[in-house]
């Protein structure tokens, strides 16, 4: 797990390679070098639209562009994409258009340009809109694959990738990668780690220091927050019997939120979670970004250990 | 070619319609329906290349009502062109009925956008028109915008982006009626000099009587003709417009008549009801 690679490369990788496909057209706000669809507009300028620091405009351009059959792909960093919520609430999910919308430097592992752009609250709002998936790939290799399986999809789709370099996981794995199914990493019967994006590799550190204290965890990347893969969170449950969730993002929606909803109605395990408890971040390098939320390898564990001790 | 009488009839006949669906639903919008009409006929009848037995046809001309909530006006003119029956005009505001409150392209034939919140159609019809350039298609995009959504934001982001990627297939028709929900738009928030902001902006500016078919006519020519940038007509009208009591009043922009104004209106416009 030495490679590091940053999730938002694979978002740039995955449209260049879409844009076999003459319907794919990518909107940019500005932030193309960020985001990563600047090799796109290149390779492809007649088919790339600068929607100038515009997000509102951006997302309806995409509408219409879905309405007349076309593929848009419209990234901006993932703070900016909630100046046009409810563009995107009124103008893409209500009627469906196929709109796909990454936002990229989300969470607090974006690091040094502080609370402005750490988007902390993206996954909760987009979950909330009928018809919207929403993503958030823990590696270079998934977010490839998985935007790429987005131009076969007829919804539109929120995907939240991020600035900084995180392990490569996934080389060789493509086919293992499926939007709507999470991923069993690593297996163990007695706390099950569910976890998305930059969390997922600290999971996997966090189930190796588990592992030292007697404790089998079993590691799920769950990159798709919606559709939520039910079926898999019931068998964690039926064979772990204790969950702990894990996002870089606010504790309140995102994926703790989304387990927690379906715990409640389906069946019962007690549940950590582990994410931004409720407060803005600040200035930071990215892992004392983990640190001081509150969220690293060892808090992952540590909420573990509150799950495993909560069972009847 | 239609002549302007039979415009102003059709218009008139939408009229009818509006008025009846406000009535009978007790709700909704009359004012910027009426004050639309007009426009709204004379683009249909004269202008639009799209066909009521084909209505998803892929190369058609597209109208965007980014004001959904003059639906009224829509619904009249998709029924007397034969997209809809004047018999689904009951089911406007009624659950599970193609004509909802604001104008939506998945419940109704001939609607090619979602409407309901105000700012959003221009930037949806910029998208439409990089479609059609991109698909090398004739096709032509219409908007039209009432004159109190443009105090938002966004459709000067739209306005901006459309005359940077030169679309000279957009078009937008400016419903200047002068009143918006709570007031004249000159209380709410003044404008200045419209026709000079959309000039600013970099687009070809035409003005015109919104109710003059005369100039309607022309005016829709103007917009058809202007294809190096984005167009915009603006056109001055009077909210409410046909019905002497709705007409230029605010208490009329989202409010239905009682049984006796609904009288007083059919009779002024020519209808004798049973």
Same mark, same amino acid.
Not at chain 1, 9 to 37: C, F, H, I, Q, R
Not at chain 1, 91 to 120: E, F, K, Y
Not at chain 1, 262 to 291: C, I, W
């Given at each position: 797990?030495?490679? $590091? ?82 563009? $995107? ?18 969470? /607090?592992?974006?690091? /040094? ?8 609250? =993206? @996954?909760?709002?987009?979950?909330? @809109? ?8 823990? =590696? ?34 493509? =086919? ?27 999971? @996997? ?16 990347? $769950? ?31 995102? @994926? ?57 | ?72 006006? !829509? ?29 939506? !392209? ?55 982006? #459309? ?5 000279? +297939?957009? +078009?937008?028709?400016?419903?200047? +009626? ?33 109710? &003059? !078919? ?12 202007? &294809? ?29 008549? +009682? ?5 007083? #209106? ?9």
């Amino acid at each position: 797990m030495s490679k $590091m690679a940053a999730t938002r490369d694979g978002y740039g990788d995955a449209l260049l390679e879409l844009a076999s496909n003459p319907k794919v057209v990518v909107l940019e706000a500005d932030l193309g070098k960020s985001t990563k669809s600047l090799h796109f507009r290149k390779a492809h300028p007649e088919r790339t639209v600068s929607c100038g620091i515009g997000e509102q405009n951006m997302l309806l351009v995409g509408a219409g562009l879905a309405a007349s059959g076309y593929i848009p792909f419209a990234s901006t960093f993932a703070i900016f994409t909630e100046r046009a919520f409810e563009q $995107m609430r009124n103008g893409v999910a209500r009627p469906n258009l196929a709109v796909h919308v990454c936002g990229s430097h989300g969470g /607090t592992h974006t690091g /040094t340009d502080g609370s402005s752009a750490q988007s902390i609250e =993206d @996954l909760a709002i987009y979950r909330t @809109l009928p018809n919207v998936i929403v993503m958030h790939p823990s =590696d270079v290799v998934s977010t490839k694959v998985l935007t790429m399986q987005l131009a076969a999809s007829n919804s539109p789709s929120y995907t939240r990738t991020a600035r900084n370099k995180t392990p490569v996981l996934y080389e060789g794995r493509e =086919d293992e990668i499926k939007i709507g199914k999470g991923i069993v990493l690593r297996e163990g019967n007695d706390v099950a780690i569910i976890a998305c994006g930059v969390m997922v590799s600290e999971s @996997l550190k966090a189930a190796e220091a588990l592992a030292n204290d007697g404790i089998h965890a079993t590691v799920v990347d $769950m990159h798709t927050l919606k559709p939520l893969d039910a079926e898999l969170i019931n068998q964690l449950v039926a064979s772990c019997g204790a969950i702990v969730t894990a996002e870089d993002h606010s504790i309140i929606g995102g @994926l703790g939120g989304a387990v927690a909803e379906h715990l409640t109605s389906n069946t019962y395990a007690p549940l950590e979670r582990v994410g931004v408890k409720d407060r803005f971040g600040e200035s930071g390098e990215a892992d004392q970004m983990l640190e001081i939320m509150e969220i690293s390898a060892p808090h992952i564990a540590a909420a573990a250990h509150r799950a495993v001790d909560r069972k009847a | 070619m239609t002549s302007t009488d039979e415009l102003r009839e059709l218009a008139r006949k939408c009229r009818v319609h509006i008025v009846n669906m406000v009535h009978r639903a007790q709700a909704g919008h009359p004012g910027g329906s009426l004050s639309e009409i007009d426009l709204l006929a004379a683009l249909y009848k004269t202008t639009l290349r799209v066909r009521p037995d084909d209505p998803d046809w892929e190369d058609r001309d597209r109208f965007i009502l980014s004001k959904g909530h003059a639906s009224p006006g !829509m619904y009249a003119i998709l029924a007397e062109m034969g997209f809809i029956t004047v018999d689904d005009l009951a089911s406007y505001r009624v659950l599970g009925g193609i004509c909802q409150g604001h104008v939506d !392209m998945k419940w109704c034939p001939g609607v090619d956008f979602s409407a309901g919140s105000l700012g959003m159609g221009l930037s949806f019809g910029m998208g439409s028109a990089i479609a059609g350039r991109l698909a090398g298609s004739e096709r032509q995009i219409y908007v039209m915008l009432g004159d109190g959504e443009i105090q938002e934001g966004s459709v000067w982001e739209a306005a901006m982006a #459309a005359a940077h990627h030169e679309l000279g +297939n957009l +078009n937008v028709i400016l419903d200047r +009626n002068r009143i918006q929900n709570d007031d004249f738009c000159e209380a709410q928030m003044r404008m200045f000099d419209i026709p000079a902001k959309w000039k600013a902006f970099g687009w070809n500016v035409k003005e015109i009587d919104g109710h &003059n !078919m005369e100039e309607i006519v022309d005016g829709l020519t103007f917009l058809s003709t202007s &294809n190096d940038g984005p167009s915009i007509l603006i056109a001055h009208t009077v909210k409410g417009h046909g019905v002497s009591f709705m007409a230029d009043n605010p208490a009329f922009h989202g409010a239905a008549p +009682n049984d006796e104004q609904y009288a007083q #209106a059919m009779a002024e416009l020519g209808e004798v009801v049973a």
